[in-house]
């Protein structure tokens, strides 16, 4: 009975393992595309990795199948078990950098982590002075190094690093001014334990000789810390994901839920049934591959089918999108008229005209700001472009709907060539919309009185639909301009989050350039002159630290070494995803690349990109404007000398008043 209930709870501790491991991947995976941005989620990703390969390295010792193969897989579990300290100080020093404490000494201190973790890493894998191989490896479930004569000195590092970065983060907690920062980080705080809890190698203490079964209730207390650890990687991961964010916090939220449910979770639920799957089907008389097959296929039908059904379920059960504002953006992106929806509607009343009026043919030509265009045909229609540039139907349309000379009004209808037409005005303006034309069945109209009221009633849906689309189109065009604002404001926003009064306010003692008022004219004329010309190779910005940084890199040359800079600032805005020369987030990148990096005249820029030149200009400056804030930051991180710690405990006893009172 003991031994079949250690079975089960090993059993257990596996699949739990397993699920932590999928997490923590999905995690990484996620990050991946903002860790080369910013220092916070670069930390974090390096602290979760080590800790998926202690849990992977120690999930397959208990599946090796020879005790060379788990002595391997037990050394090899300290790259993870030696890192986590390094990284841990590492997430600390860049949670306590993004309130405006920043140390070289702190800095320096990182890199020494990662050196000893690596020194003891080194020790463990090539000698036995931190952990020995145990003379019996036979029992699976309880596979173990034991201490080695140095395994004390590397204890006390690896939890003397822990308290030192707990220490960090309550610094980090005590600089928050707002209250959103203050809870982020107290929470942060709290469950910044979950790395070395969940690294620790506890059972090389346990004896220097392999038990061959471990304690029902030594069992029980894995478990339990492998569900609290769990826990608690989930709850840091839901607080560091808004850092270098430059989305609003629901946005960052509700794709992180969404990731969440459709890969990690579907895939622990899938790992889980497989399990089941293949230890029950000897039972069910069937074989192992084909039980399993089904089992995987449906649960990963199900799994996504409920997500799909239950999302605003879930979304309102979490508070994703409960902000009466987001509701409405969801209504409003639920019911817009796209272009297809607006022509399958036209057509389905066309088609109802001709059969109303007994008609082979019917159209509809919207006016437009390039001129008459055919919108939607139904029936053969012969030489469209004809009847466009037919001088007639373009009298038509600059006489808003009037006679024209050449064109002659009968029982309200239009008789012109073999067409009858009808204008559509707009109520509220009394515009012309376009025109509805219909193939003549007889030399002058001849409806009857029940065909003229179906024909109006047609008429009216058709203008209502063209009016619709306009304004449509008007709130795009509105939306497309503030575009490029609120993203630079977003950016600003999110960097002001934790960087309070420094990132918001140019300090006064520090006479940078970057503080200059004409700096952004600076970067301007070095985007005029991208590929040479004085405005660059004469340019100020010349005495930027980062360009004189980056000369060594590029012989020497303070030009190209410029110019680099001026790239890498240009491919900082660029969004994540495919690249649209279209999409509202792509334009500034899109102004940048096409107008500075390729240098096409701004005709051929605002064609590209389907805007006006005057639209063009202005989004230009916005874009320049990042560009000119992203270069500065770059520069500031590159000249601020990081004060010391006697100055950082004065500028926390600043702060105190303040955080106190938030």
Request: include cysteine; charge should be negative.
């Amino acid at each position: 009975m003991s031994s079949s209930l250690t079975n089960i709870l090993a059993f257990l501790n596996d699949l739990l393992q397993a699920v932590i491991v999928i997490f923590g991947t999905a995690v990484v995976l996620y990050n991946l595309g903002r860790a080369r941005r910013d220092r916070v989620t670069r930390a974090f990703c390096a602290l979760i990795s080590f800790v998926i390969i202690t849990f992977f390295a120690e999930l397959l010792v208990s599946r090796a199948l020879v005790p060379v193969s788990a002595e391997i897989l037990l050394r090899l579990q300290w790259v993870g078990i030696a890192m986590v300290p390094a990284a841990q100080f590492h997430l600390s020093d860049a949670l306590l950098s993004t309130t405006g404490a920043l140390s070289r000494r702190r800095r320096l201190m990182v890199r020494a982590g990662y050196i000893s973790s690596m020194t003891f890493l080194g020790l463990v894998l090539f000698t036995d002075w931190i952990v020995t191989t145990p003379i019996d490896l036979l029992d699976k479930e309880a596979r173990h190094l034991v201490a080695g004569p140095f395994f004390a000195i590397f204890t006390l590092y690896f939890w003397a690093v822990t308290v030192v970065s707990i220490y960090n983060v309550w610094r980090a907690r005590h600089r928050c001014l707002t209250r959103t920062t203050r809870q982020r980080m107290t929470t942060t705080l709290l469950v910044f334990l979950a790395a070395p809890l969940g690294a620790f190698p506890y059972l090389v203490l346990s004896s220097n000789t392999l038990q061959q079964e471990l304690p029902i209730w030594l069992w029980l207390v894995i478990i339990s810390g492998n569900v609290v650890v769990g826990l608690m990687f989930a709850i840091m991961t839901a607080h560091l994901i808004y850092f270098g964010a430059a989305s609003p916090d629901r946005v960052v939220r509700v794709k992180l839920f969404k990731f969440m449910a459709r890969v990690p979770m579907t895939a622990s639920i899938v790992l889980v049934v497989y399990v089941l799957a293949s230890r029950s089907s000897p039972g069910i008389g069937l074989p192992v591959e084909t039980a399993t097959a089904i089992a995987m296929v449906a649960t990963v039908m199900l799994v996504e089918w409920a997500i799909h059904a239950y999302k605003r379920p879930l979304e309102r059960f979490f508070h994703l999108n409960n902000d009466p504002d987001v509701q409405r953006i969801q209504q409003l992106s639920e019911r817009l008229l796209t272009t297809s929806d607006l022509r399958q509607y036209l057509e389905s009343i066309l088609a109802a005209t001709c059969e109303a009026l007994r008609t082979p043919t019917s159209f509809v030509v919207a006016m437009t700001a390039n001129g008459p265009k055919i919108e939607t045909v139904v029936g053969p229609l012969t030489d469209s472009e004809t009847i466009l540039q037919h001088s007639g139907l373009q009298k038509l349309a600059q006489s808003n709907g009037e006679e024209a000379d050449d064109l002659h009004l009968v029982d309200g209808f239009i008789v012109w060539q073999e067409y009858w037409l009808r204008p559509l005005h707009s109520h509220q303006h009394d515009d012309l919309l376009g025109i509805l034309g219909i193939r003549a069945r007889a030399a002058a109209p001849d409806l009857t009185d029940s065909e003229l009221d179906i024909l109006d009633n047609l008429e009216d849906q058709i203008a209502a639909a063209l009016e619709d689309r306009i304004l449509q189109q008007e709130v795009f065009a509105a939306v497309e301009g503030l575009l490029p604002q609120i993203i630079a404001l977003q950016h600003r926003r999110s960097e002001a989050t934790f960087g309070g009064l420094p990132v918001l306010t140019a300090l006064a003692d520090q006479d940078t350039l970057v503080d200059d008022p004409e700096f952004n004219s600076m970067v301007r004329d070095a985007l005029r002159d991208y590929w040479g010309g004085p405005k660059l190779t004469k340019s100020p910005l010349m005495r930027l630290q980062i360009v004189q940084q980056a000369m060594e890199a590029h012989d020497n040359n303070a030009t190209k070494a410029l110019r680099a800079i001026l790239s890498d600032a240009i491919e900082l805005q660029k969004p994540d995803g495919e690249r649209n020369m279209t999409t509202g987030e792509w334009i500034l990148y899109n102004i940048l690349e096409l107008k500075f990096v390729q240098g096409q005249r701004v005709r051929d820029v605002a064609r590209r990109l389907a805007m006006s030149e005057s639209d063009l200009y202005r989004k230009q400056r916005v874009a320049i404007e990042n560009v000119a804030h992203t270069i500065s930051q770059l520069e500031k991180a590159a000249l601020n000398e990081p004060p010391l710690e006697p100055e950082e405990t004065s500028s926390e006893t600043i702060s105190e008043p303040i955080s106190s009172q938030s």
